[in-house]
């Protein structure tokens, strides 16, 4: 069908993994998808497994005016290989690939003859961890430099992921994770909170040793650990928190819904994470947009956005009394209006301007 036909582009987005898995990847694609499907046909291909779990995903699937296709795959979460045909791509307007992986290679190979156009973003490309970090720079510079060859655009989330691309001579538009805002909920909660994917490289037992520390000080905290992952990282976090003995300092809750998330935050006043690496941060943007504080390790992304932001704390987890020490004495300085210019910050980091400039990219990429 000729997309004048209707007067609705047909656009494809291509994401690894898709809820119910739930992250920061997951909940930019479902934003985005929510914001296009009024007026786009708007269809997912996403993988029909959650990594770690054998049980398969129904193939298709509708979510208000979209539609989900999950397609079968052989591998796993560092290394797969997705089935899915050419013919397949050539039903679209335009390719939306998330993140770099193999179905970013797969759009690319077959695409490349008679397939539609596709745009990239980057989402932290896949150096999240220093595992295999010498096979991922071969693949990286071998590999991924031909695959995104073909992309129309480059959106970069931040701009460490934009100086990485740029090594492999993709000209990445530099485009900051969006965020989505919450009401202000600060209601003097002492509380602290991590939320977003239990992985290995999000270092979450790092916050259990740094709870430790701030009880041995005297200071009476509850830590709430928000969100799914990795089954075997989630059972050993349990035996940590069982083994320091935190059970009553430590709640660990699961998925919640985002209203049940919106709930638990009147308690929190801090948004921790020890994460040794991220693409951009977006659960600290959109803790801010609730008037929590984020208190962040300091690598890259981190750093970049305690600057940009003005707010928080970069401290190092991998020191958990020193950590906790820094952050007893910036805490005693705290005033509200230090919360009001976080939540500030966050409302400039909203949904709207990303999602205008996304469709400008996609008007220029379809114009004849």
Known sequence: MDK??????RILHVVRQFPPSYG???????????????????????????????????????????IIVRT?????????????????????DLIHVHALDQLADVVSLLTRRSGPPFVFTSHGLFFHTAALA???????????????????VAFAVSRPDQLRLEQIGVEARLLNNPANAFPFCYAGGRDLIYWGRIAENKDV??????????????????????????????ERLDREIAALGLGSHVRRHG???????????????????ASRYEG???????????????????????????????SGLLVDFDDPQAASESFLAWEATIALDHRQRAREFGLSRDWTATAREIDDVYNLILSP
């Open 280 to 310: 951009y941060g977006i659960a600290q943007v959109e803790a801010m947009t609730a008037g929590l504080l984020p208190i962040m390790q300091t690598n890259d992304a981190f750093r970049a956005l305690f600057e940009q932001s003005g």
């Open 4 to 9: 004048s036909a209707r007067g609705r582009r």
């Open 255 to 273: 998925f919640l819904s985002r209203a049940d998330l919106q709930a638990l935050l009147p308690q929190c006043g801090f948004a921790v994470s």
């Open 134 to 152: 010498r096979i991922k720079e071969i693949y990286f510079k071998l590999i991924s430099r031909r695959t995104l060859a073909r992309a129309k």
């Open 72 to 92: 079968g795959f052989v591998g796993g979460q560092r290394l797969f290989l997705p089935f899915v045909s050419a013919k397949f791509f050539r039903r679209f």
């Open 205 to 234: 037992p790092k916050l259990l040793l740094f709870i430790a520390a701030l009880l041995k000080s005297g200071s009476d905290r509850l830590l709430h650990i928000v969100g799914g992952g990795d089954p075997g990282i989630i």
């Open 24 to 66: 920061g990847l997951e909940e930019y694609v479902l934003t985005l998808v929510d914001r296009q499907a009024p007026r786009d046909r708007v269809t997912v291909l996403t993988l029909n497994r959650l990594f770690g779990s054998p049980t398969r995903l129904k193939r298709i699937e509708r979510r208000g005016r979209a």
